[in-house]
Structures are given as structure tokens and as C-alpha cells.
T-cell receptor, first 114, second 113 residues
Framework: DGGITQSPKYLFRKEGQNVTLSCEQN?????MYWYRQDPGQGLRLIYY???????QKGDIAEGYSVSREKKESFPLTVTSAQKNPTAFYLC?????????????FGPGTRLTVL | KQEVTQIPAALSVPEGENLVLNCSFT??????LQWFRQDPGKGLTSLLL?????REQTSGRLNASLDKSSGRSTLYIAASQPGDSATYLC????????????FGTGTRLLVSP
């Protein structure tokens, strides 16, 4: 099945820890994105990557880091510098430069800080 | 700065009713608009995508319209069913540069049997 997978589904972090969220896609999409969703707010863009070995900061990149070593994978690290990391994290992908630019989303990871 | 608003924030209807969800945006220079469905604790499912040159798109019981000049889109759901209960999100993409989506906060729909 083609799609986007995220793991783990639930993640608990202690204060001061770094944690990494996994995102994998087999849609052969060039572009990948990380969003954060908080209750009562729209999704906000953390980082995006239009091609392998390249990524750009979104609107709320502070306290997060990413890598894009493979086309299929775009892991997100939530560092201890992120002051309020408890949220629902969503990964998405799209055909870069495609006519529609339609984005497809994974099932999400819920991160809770203990 | 693009802002996307969805009204109402919540809607409760009996099964079988036709309904309209609204989305408005402040900057009409968009490339396209996308409607999503989100079930509790789940990711987003793409429902319809309307390019800026289009007026509407249809998929089954769903019809989305776009009036770019007035900054509005509507999602029409015909003959609603309890399975339609979810949060519906709209998002717009600017017509230049990177494919960034700006999201509204969603309309939470409950269809009761």
C-alpha cells in the first residue's frame, strides 16, 4: 500500500530529553513537511524539505531539527530547547512542482512531556 | 499575512440533512484550496482540491466551491450520515514560491442518527 507512516503513535518525553519522530513515505514524493497541531489552533508548519539533503524552516522551527538523507524519510527531532512540545505532530508529503501540489498526511504522533 | 477562518466552529445536524461548511481567506492570491477531514486522534484525509482557476470540485456527496475574488470556499455535504462526523479543515496555498499551506481551525461536525 502506498502511503505515509509515522511512528511511534504515542511518545512520552521527560524534561530535558531529545526525542525523534519518524516519518516514511513510499509515494515517491519529493517534498515532505512537518506540522504541529494544538487544540483550537490550525496546523502550523515546523520544517519542510523540497528535495533530498535540503530543508527549510517553517513558521515555528525553534527547538526542532530535521534531516533528509533519503527521499523516503524525514525524521523530526524535538529538542530540549522546545519549551512546550506537548502536541500532535503530523507529517505530510507532496509532489514538488506538481500541478496540484496536493498534500497527503500521515496518521500522526502524539507527544506528551511528563 | 494569509489568514484562514472557518465558520461555524461546531455544527450538529440530524442524519439526512444537507449542510454547508464555510471557509474564508484574506489574501486572494492563492494557487489552490484543499479540504481535509480529520477524525479524532487521526491524521488528515484529503477530500477535495480546487485549483485557483476552478469554480468547484465534486466527489460523491461532497461538493466544494471556490470564489477567489471574495476569498471564500464552501464545502457542501449532501444527505449527511453519522459516518460524516469529523472535523473538516480547509487550507490554502499561495500562488508563488513554496507549497506552504495555511490552515483554518476547522469545523467540528456531528451527525446524529
Amino acid at each position: 500500500d502506498g502511503g505515509i507512516t509515522q511512528s511511534p503513535k504515542y511518545l512520552f518525553r521527560k524534561e530535558g530529553q531529545n526525542v525523534t519522530l519518524s516519518c516514511e513515505q513510499n509515494l515517491n514524493h519529493d517534498a515532505m513537511y512537518w506540522y504541529r497541531q494544538d487544540p483550537g489552533q490550525g496546523l502550523r508548519l515546523i520544517y519542510y524539505s523540497q528535495i533530498v539533503n535540503d530543508f527549510q524552516k517553517g513558521d515555528i522551527a525553534e527547538g526542532y531539527s530535521v534531516s533528509r538523507e533519503k527521499k523516503e524519510s524525514f525524521p523530526l527531532t524535538v529538542t530540549s530547547a522546545q519549551k512546550n512540545p506537548t502536541a500532535f505532530y503530523l507529517c505530510a508529503s507532496s509532489m514538488a512542482g506538481g500541478l496540484s501540489g496536493e498534500q497527503f498526511f500521515g496518521p500522526g504522533t502524539r507527544l506528551t512531556v511528563l | 499575512k494569509q489568514e484562514v477562518t472557518q465558520i461555524p466552529a461546531a455544527l450538529s445536524v440530524p442524519e439526512g440533512e444537507n449542510l454547508v461548511l464555510n471557509c474564508s481567506f484574506t489574501d486572494s492570491a492563492i494557487y489552490n484550496l484543499q479540504w481535509f477531514r480529520q477524525d479524532p486522534g487521526k491524521g488528515l484525509t484529503s477530500l477535495l482540491l480546487i485549483q485557483s482557476s476552478q469554480r468547484e470540485q465534486t466527489s460523491g456527496r461532497l461538493n466544494a466551491s471556490l470564489d477567489k475574488s471574495s476569498g471564500r470556499s464552501t464545502l457542501y455535504i449532501a444527505a449527511s450520515q453519522p459516518g460524516d462526523s469529523a472535523t473538516y479543515l480547509c487550507a490554502v496555498r499561495h500562488n508563488t514560491g513554496f507549497q506552504k499551506l495555511v490552515f483554518g481551525t476547522g469545523t467540528r461536525l456531528l451527525v446524529s442518527p
